[in-house]
């Protein structure tokens, strides 16, 4: 089982980034897949999960209506679309297919003026 993140960087406040993850090692396409991630001094927590179909998806709250989900199961890949970012918004982020252990190296997403 292998995630790599990527898409991170250094945004203003009130921009935008697209994070991408890229699957391998499991049946992709039966998995539900989370975003999660982890600001510096704090624990990892979870962003937002969407269902094998892409039809439902789930978001913390403190990223609902800024940040969209979505995945294509052809290319075994998820995102995430983050828009109106926020310094909060500060961590490095990752993915995981739920019930997995393992976890990829993350991505760096800084929002700061």
């Known amino acids: 089982v292998q995630f790599v993140e990527s898409g991170g960087g250094l945004v203003q406040p009130g921009g935008s980034l697209r994070l991408s993850c890229t699957a391998s090692?499991?049946?992709?396409?039966?998995?539900?897949m989370k975003w999660y991630r982890q600001a510096p001094g704090k624990e990892r927590e979870f962003v937002a999960r969407?269902?094998?179909?892409?039809?439902?998806?789930d978001y913390a709250d403190s990223v609902k209506g800024r940040f969209t989900m979505s995945r294509d199961n052809g290319k075994k890949m998820i995102t995430l679309q983050m828009n109106s970012l926020k310094p909060e918004d500060t961590a490095v982020y990752y993915c995981?297919?739920?019930?997995?252990?393992?976890w990829g190296q993350g991505t760096q997403v800084t929002v700061d003026s």
């Open positions: 090692g499991f049946n992709f396409g039966a998995a539900v």
């Open positions: 995981k297919a739920d019930g997995s252990t393992t």
């Open positions: 969407i269902d094998s179909t892409g039809r439902r998806r």
